[in-house]
């Protein structure tokens, strides 16, 4: 059974930055590219950046660029968003997920692309 486990949500003011971590068991986590996603209040379910199996890649929404960075550490089977220069327009809630298909070649950024995901965490940013 895979599980996907987030958790460093919060509540933090505008300017300020949290670090997300994503713990997935049950899977040979070092063959999938893992992503971030994202749903604000009353919005869709948003992509916010993704990380290749291998760790050689990542990718990013241009609303994050240069303030979000993913990262993933395969020996604790853990996936991170490092969130700095954090704004009111980051609150959501924030999910990890797993690509469906094992070293792919190229990026997943649609949710279809994914078949596990996490519960989710709250990050609320404070203006």
């Known amino acids: 059974q895979v599980q996907l486990v987030e958790s460093g949500g919060g509540l933090v003011q505008a300017g300020g930055s949290l670090r997300l971590s994503c713990a997935v068991s049950?899977?040979?986590?070092?063959?999938?590219?893992m992503g971030w996603f994202r749903r604000a209040p009353g919005k869709e379910r948003e992509f916010v950046a993704v990380?290749?199996?291998?760790?050689?890649?990542?990718y990013y929404a241009d609303s994050v660029k240069g303030r979000f960075t993913i990262s993933r550490d395969n020996a604790k089977n853990t996936v991170y968003l490092q969130m700095n220069s954090l704004k009111p327009e980051d609150t959501a809630v924030y999910y990890c997920a797993t690509d469906s298909r094992p070293q792919r070649i190229g990026l997943p950024t649609s949710y279809n692309q994914y078949n596990y995901w996490g519960q989710g965490t709250q990050v609320t940013v404070s203006s």
């Open positions: 049950g899977r040979t986590f070092s063959r999938y590219a």
């Open positions: 990380i290749s199996w291998s760790g050689g890649d990542t």
